[in-house]
């Protein structure tokens, strides 16, 4: 039995095989090991941005934190960056009591950001009451300003002297223009 094909077709064939050998050839070689490859930096990479989306996501939080304190805050952000003046606080606090003489105690401290200043105040006044008004008023002062313990009262006739030693916390002028 004698098969007959045409030379074109035998050609044709015997060139079908070669491609077909060289596909083989080429994706055991070259395509599947890429692959391998590929599919472990696909892994990466998507480990990678997963990672970044979380980083991200508490990006975006701290910034709303950040935000809505400084919005919360904001009386007390502008109230460091003050400057103490010891005439305005004389003039402004004199209502609450009969005679207000401040005394710096130290030279400023200088602690980190901040600059604090320790400051003896003694005043007379008629009842506690007033005393009691007056850390009211410090509340809502332009200034960071705390009560230092312990408050000396002295009653004087009709009159309460009263010593206590304040600090004065303001931002450092040279660090906050820094940055």
Same mark, same amino acid.
């Given at each position: 039995?004698?098969?007959? !094909?045409?030379? $074109?077709?035998?050609?044709? %064939? !015997? ?11 080429f994706?055991?070689t070259?395509?599947? $090991?890429?692959?391998? /490859? *590929?599919?472990?930096?696909?892994i ?7 990672e970044?989306?979380? *980083?991200?996501?508490?990006?975006? /939080? ?13 009386? !007390? %952000? ?8 010891q005439?305005r606080? /004389?003039?402004? *606090?004199?209502? *609450?009591?009969?005679?207000?003489q ?13 600059l ?8 007379q006044?008629?009842s ?15 200034? %960071? %300003?705390?009560?230092?313990? $312990? ?11 009263s010593?206590f030693?304040?600090k004065?916390?303001c ?7 820094e940055?």
């Open positions: 039995m004698k098969i007959n !094909i045409p030379r $074109p077709t035998l050609y044709l %064939i !015997i060139l079908s095989l070669l491609l077909f050998i060289f596909v083989l050839v994706s055991f070259v395509l599947i $090991p890429k692959g391998k /490859e *590929y599919r472990k930096e696909r990466t990479v998507k480990k990678a941005e997963k970044l989306r979380r *980083y991200q996501d508490f990006h975006n /939080e701290t910034t709303t934190e950040l935000q809505d304190l400084q919005k919360k805050n904001r009386n !007390i %952000i502008i109230a460091f960056d003050k400057v103490f003046n005439e606080f /004389e003039k402004q *606090y004199k209502k *609450y009591f009969s005679s207000l401040l005394s710096k105690l130290a030279t400023p401290v200088k602690n980190d950001e901040f604090s200043y320790e400051v003896n105040t003694t005043s006044m008629s506690p009451k007033s005393f009691y008004d007056f850390i009211e008023a410090l509340n809502k002062a332009d200034w %960071i %300003i705390g009560v230092n313990f $312990p408050i000396a009262f002295k009653r004087d006739g009709e009159l309460i002297k010593s030693t304040m004065v916390y931002a450092d002028q040279n660090t906050t223009k940055k």
